[in-house]
């Protein structure tokens, strides 16, 4: 199991993607959560926005589908998608995910 995180500028955004993402079997679970404020230096000026963060649970094997979707769907010209590996899973909260990342 592995674990994508991207930021969007609103809820509802965050819910789009989500949908997506569960629709197309991409992933078990989306957490989003927020808002947070973000700060950053964006083409030479430093800016600060809220955002909801996403959290994707998904399978290695779905990693590059997640990450298209997003670059496909996301409205930032440069979205934050990060991959986070995952040590441990409850056995039975990993089969439901991999269960649910699957074709079948």
């Known amino acids: 199991m592995i674990e994508i995180t991207t930021t969007v500028p609103s809820a509802q955004v965050g819910e789009s993607l989500a949908s ?3 629709e ?6 989306v957490q989003i959560s927020g808002p947070v404020t973000s700060v950053y230096r964006w083409q030479g000026n430093i800016e600060t926005s809220q955002e909801w963060r996403l ?26 998608i990060v991959e986070h590996s995952v040590e441990w ?3 039975r909260f990993l089969a439901w995910v991999m269960q649910e990342s699957s074709d079948s």
């Open 20 to 22: 997506g993402i569960i």
């Open 89 to 91: 899973v409850e056995p």
């Open 55 to 80: 959290i994707v649970k998904t399978i290695e094997s779905r990693r590059d589908q997640v990450v298209d979707y997003l670059h496909r769907n996301h409205p930032y010209e440069l979205p934050e």
């Open 24 to 29: 197309g079997r991409m992933g078990a679970c």
